[in-house]
């Protein structure tokens, strides 16, 4: 059955710092992947997806991320920190065929910014 | 466009009543899908719906119910509210080929006593 792992779930960085955030998945084939995230008491919005070609992918607020096929991994990076960042996390996985799609996400990872 | 909302945003139920979790698309999307979110498990699918008329079950159905009568409107309903179902439900909806994103709606927060 397909997976998602997010390792880290609660991360802190200072305002300024690089970040990265891990997300392996097990999955047959190739899947498609998202990175979403959820400011508190909101809903999830889109950061970026991949589902085909460049395997670094950029998305909204100045993060990207990287799909690595040997490590099945599709880590989220940003390279200096706003204190708006501060949110929780999810990466997720969909079927690359066409179908109901449902998407399987991680436990998501807790971001803390220090001023 | 509003995009995905839902109805209510807060609800306290007691043990053994029922209610029903309004969502709302105006993105003309086929598919809607019910996710439950609890601390430390991410999001978990309930049950989904692939076009007007048609529900599906997904990872956590049991103690739910629901229905999509018309192609904007997918209905979550408790029929009997126990407290392990405490929670914040999320809707989301998205059009059908495999890339495209799921739109989440704002969420209703569940307490039951």
């Known amino acids: 059955a397909q997976s998602v792992t997010q390792p880290d779930i609660h991360i802190t960085v200072s305002e300024g710092a690089s970040l990265e955030l891990r997300c392996n998945y097990s999955?047959?084939?190739?899947?498609?992947l998202f990175w979403y995230v959820q400011s508190p008491g909101q809903g999830l919005q889109l950061l970026l997806k991949?589902?085909?070609?460049?395997?670094l992918v950029q998305g909204i607020k100045g993060f990207e991320a990287e799909f690595k096929r040997s490590q099945s991994s599709f880590n989220l990076r940003k390279p200096s920190v706003h204190w708006s960042d501060a949110a929780e996390y999810f990466c997720?996985?969909?079927?690359?065929?066409?179908?109901?799609?449902?998407?399987?996400f991680g436990k998501g990872t807790k971001l803390t910014v220090n001023p | 466009n509003a995009g995905v909302t839902q109805t209510p945003k807060f609800r306290v139920l007691k043990t053994g009543q029922s209610m029903t979790l309004l969502c709302a698309q105006d993105m003309n999307h086929e598919y809607m899908y019910w996710y439950r979110q609890d601390p430390g498990m991410g999001l978990r699918l309930i049950h989904y719906s692939v076009g007007e008329g048609t529900t599906a079950k997904g990872e956590v159905p049991d103690g739910y119910n629901v229905s999509r009568l018309k192609k904007q409107n997918f209905l979550l309903g408790l029929e009997s509210a126990a407290p392990s179902q405490t929670s914040v439900y999320f809707c989301?909806?998205?059009?059908?080929?495999?890339?495209?994103?799921?739109?989440f709606g704002p969420g209703t927060r569940l307490l039951v006593l």
């Open positions: 989301a909806s998205r059009r059908t080929s495999g890339a495209e994103t799921q739109y």
């Open positions: 997720a996985v969909g079927p690359p065929q066409g179908g109901s799609e449902k998407l399987v």
């Open positions: 999955y047959g084939a190739t899947p498609y």
């Open positions: 991949y589902f085909s070609g460049d395997t």
